[in-house]
Each structure stands twice: as C-alpha cells, then as structure tokens.
C-alpha cells in the first residue's frame, strides 16, 4: 500500500497537501507512490505534533513580537498542551521543526573521533572485491586491500569484524563473500536522486527579493514522479552562503528524481561519491533541467556553480517491505562478523541512522546471565548507579559464570544497564 492509500483508507486524506512538504519535500520519496511503511516512518505523531506547535506559534507571532513579556507567558508548555489536546502526539516543547547546526553535521563526527581517539582514514579505495571476511573460518579476520588515493601501491590488513555503512545496494563490488542470504536482501534496495546545486543569480521575485525568505518550496512540484527533476526546493541564507558579489545572492536549488535513469548514464550508477576535492561528476541533463525551470520562473543572471546529484534514500520497495526484507536484515546483524548499517538498513537521515546503530549496540551486548551479576556489580558500584562519569578506555570488571571476571567496555556497560536497569536499584 502506497502512503497515499494509507491515508485515503484511513481517513487521513486532508493530511496529504501537508505530506507533499513534510515528506515528499526532504527527498523520502512522493506520498503517491512510496510504500506507506516508510510514510509512518517519518511522519510519526510526535512529528505532526511538532509542526503544529511551530504553525501556531507562527500565527501567534503575528501578532505578538516573540519578545514580549506576554508572548513569553503564552509560548512554550501552554503552546505544546493546546496542540496535544487536539492533535496528540509527544512531543516537546517546539519554537521551529527545524534547526541548524552552525558548523554542519560534520562537527559532530569530527568531534567523536577527536574525543575517542578514532583512527579515521581518508582516501581510502577498496579494491574490488577487496574485503574478504573468510567465512570458512569463523575465527579467521576479516582481510582488506586497499589503495590510498593517489598511490598504487596496494595495502593489506585485517580487522576482527566489518562495519559496512556504505549503500548495500553496491556491497558485492566491494565485499567478496557476500552471502546468498544478503544479496538477496541488499539487491531489492531501490534508491532515489537528490540533485542540489550551488548557483547565483539576482534576486527572486516574492522568495530572495524584499521577502527575504531563507527558503522556497513549492509543494504541487512534489505531487508524483511527472515533476522528477524539477525546481522544487531552495535554500538561501546568508549566514551560510554570504553574499560574495554585491547584488547577487548565492543559493542552492533542489532537484528530485524518483526515475533518476532519465538524468542520463552518470546519474544512472548510483554507486558515486564526491571526489578528492569534494566535487561530484554532475548530470547535464539535470543541470540544463534546472536552468531551464528557472528561466521559466523569471530568474535572471543565473551562474550555476556546482552540482551533486546525491544517489539518496536507499529503501526496500512495497514486494520486499512486504517479504519482511527489513526485519531479515536486522535479524542478520551480527552473522558472518558483519554489521550493516548506515541509510540502506533504515531511513535516510542522520536521526534514524544513529538511532540504529545504537540499537544494533544495544541487542549485540552482552546481557547478564544471573542476579548474582548484579549484585556483583552493586557491590563494585556502591550505590548501584550506572557509573555516569566512565571515560573513553576505561574498564570495568564483571564476573563470568566461572567467576573469573571478564573486562567490558564503557559502552557494554551502558547498554547493560540500561537494559537491565530496574535491576540495579
Ligand atoms: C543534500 C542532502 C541534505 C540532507 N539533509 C539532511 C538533514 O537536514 N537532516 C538529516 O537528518 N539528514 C539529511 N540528509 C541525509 C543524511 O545526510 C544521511 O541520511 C546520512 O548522512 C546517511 O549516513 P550514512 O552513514 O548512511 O551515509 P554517509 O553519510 O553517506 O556515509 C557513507 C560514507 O561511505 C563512503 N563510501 C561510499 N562508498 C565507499 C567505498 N566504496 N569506499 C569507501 N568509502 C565509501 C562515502 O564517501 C561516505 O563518506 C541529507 C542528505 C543530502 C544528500
């Protein structure tokens, strides 16, 4: 059943305009045609929740300047519990659904592995059919060859197990052994485009003009896959783009692609990635897609800079969300000294990817096997409390059947006791 059809059976129907931005908008594919299991995905009732808060407040701020005394006593709990009572949905307390961070996403990766001492390595080419996890040996390491870009020779080492967070749709160029069980999984994923493209040009009539809105969408371009690759979406902030040549605004527009075949050859492979100088091959066709739209939306002096046309939203389609397909590649986390993760094995976007690998962390650790564990680790910790302030190599101590002790990581110990928790008080 398509989202769509959800809605209709549901009674939801009048929820669908909204749909068109609120899903369809962020590249997740249209309302008309995407499986309804990723529909109720994204759009859960915390989210509608959530955009109620930021319209009402929106309608209030028209009226009141969101600084005065008497709009900070109407805003926030009373706000949220308005909406609630009407909508339902647990959400809290919302001002805007979205927000940004000021120095990207990107921060906070860097900034995990600066804290963890992660060994990170850049430029980094597997060789085709590079990655050998010789299966025949359990206990064997997983063996990989690589290239470091620029360089030929080719190096080789091995790891006690593989985390694959690249799209799975392209794993057995690169992974050698894959197992019949998953290819059968990884070769139903299906994926989408989402072009962005950095332009300049002068300002836009009622967006960039005195409206001076920071972004533009147009939701009826969002309606089905007759509008693939059409001027949809726009950003525009000074803040992120500044504003180089006086006059002139730079900008990125936004192009989606259900068929993205249609993009030509390049865009037909969807195993790409930005290259040494973060630059992406881009798609003409597309490119001449996007000027075309907005010389027929009257903008003038249009400079287009850089184009990434991003392979996006890797998902199983209706027949393999049906077979169960999701659920056997959760059930499979672990085999064969693999972890799957990454957009392919749940929803494209950076909540649902974190999200997952916790919990793949979470069911991978260990569980204790008897109280006497617990009370063991009571006795360790005087007072029982999950010791919060546990730092990165630091380890603790826990009792094996024998008795012996066995070391387990800060982040074992987390998960298991959070798991177990109602245990340890
Ligand atoms: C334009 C755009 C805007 C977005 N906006 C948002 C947003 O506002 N909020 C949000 O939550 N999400 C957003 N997303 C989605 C979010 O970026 C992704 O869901 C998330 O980054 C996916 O994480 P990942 O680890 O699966 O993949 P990635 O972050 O793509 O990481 C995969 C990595 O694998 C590398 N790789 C691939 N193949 C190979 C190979 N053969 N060898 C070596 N390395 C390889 C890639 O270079 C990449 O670094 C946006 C995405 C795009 C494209």
């Given at each position: ?20 931005f609120?899903?369809?908008a ?169 072009a962005t493209t950095l332009y300049s040009s002068e300002p836009v009539l009622d967006y960039t003009d005195s409206a001076r809105r920071p972004i533009m969408y147009e939701a009826d371009k969002m309606?089905?896959?007759?509008h693939?690759g059409s001027w949809y979406a726009d950003r525009w902030d000074d803040l992120i783009f500044g504003q180089p040549i006086p006059g002139r605004q730079t900008r990125v527009g936004y192009q989606f ?30 490119l001449r897609q996007f000027r075309g739209e907005l010389e027929r939306q009257n903008v003038s002096g249009v400079n287009t800079l850089r184009q ?118």
């Amino acid at each position: 059943m398509t989202f769509l059809e959800f809605l209709q059976s549901n009674d939801l129907y009048a929820l669908s305009g909204f749909l068109m931005f609120a899903h369809a908008a962020q590249g997740y594919g249209y309302v008309t045609t995407i499986p309804a299991f990723y529909g109720l995905w994204w759009i859960t009732p915390e989210l509608l929740n959530g955009y109620m808060q930021m319209s009402f407040r929106e309608e209030l701020e028209k009226f009141y300047d969101p600084k005065s005394e008497f709009f900070q006593q109407i805003r926030g709990t009373w706000v949220r519990a308005v909406v609630t009572a009407i909508v339902g949905g647990a959400a809290d307390v919302v001002k805007r659904t979205t927000t940004m961070l000021p120095e990207g996403y990107q921060k906070i990766w860097t900034t995990i592995a600066e804290k963890d001492g992660l060994d990170v390595r850049y430029g980094v080419e597997i060789l085709d059919q590079g990655i050998d996890r010789q299966l025949d040996d359990p206990s064997a390491p997983v063996r990989i060859k690589y290239r470091q870009k620029g360089k030929n020779e080719v190096i080789e080492e091995e790891y006690d197990f593989l985390i694959y967070s690249a799209p799975h749709a392209h794993a057995k160029n690169f992974v050698k052994d894959v197992a019949i069980q998953e290819e059968s999984i990884f070769s139903s994923l299906k994926s989408f485009v989402l072009a962005t493209t950095l332009y300049s040009s002068e300002p836009v009539l009622d967006y960039t003009d005195s409206a001076r809105r920071p972004i533009m969408y147009e939701a009826d371009k969002m309606s089905g896959p007759s509008h693939d690759g059409s001027w949809y979406a726009d950003r525009w902030d000074d803040l992120i783009f500044g504003q180089p040549i006086p006059g002139r605004q730079t900008r990125v527009g936004y192009q989606f692609y259900e068929n993205y075949c249609q993009g030509g050859d390049m865009m037909c492979n969807s195993d790409r990635t930005p290259n040494e100088g973060g630059a992406m091959e881009s798609s003409e066709r597309a490119l001449r897609q996007f000027r075309g739209e907005l010389e027929r939306q009257n903008v003038s002096g249009v400079n287009t800079l850089r184009q990434y046309p991003w392979p996006y939203f890797h998902h199983f389609p209706q027949e393999a969300v049906q077979e169960g397909k999701v659920w056997d590649l959760l059930e499979m986390q672990g085999q064969r000294k693999t972890w799957w993760i990454g957009a392919s094995a749940c929803f494209e976007s950076v909540h649902d990817v974190t999200n997952y690998n916790l919990m793949i962390l979470r069911r991978s650790a260990k569980k204790p096997r008897s109280p006497k564990k617990w009370l063991w680790v009571k006795h360790m910790h005087p007072g029982a409390q999950v010791p919060k302030q546990m730092s990165a190599g630091q380890k603790y101590m826990y009792p094996d059947s024998d008795g012996a002790g066995e070391r387990m990581e800060p982040w074992q110990m987390e998960t298991w006791t959070t798991t177990c928790g109602a245990l340890m008080v």
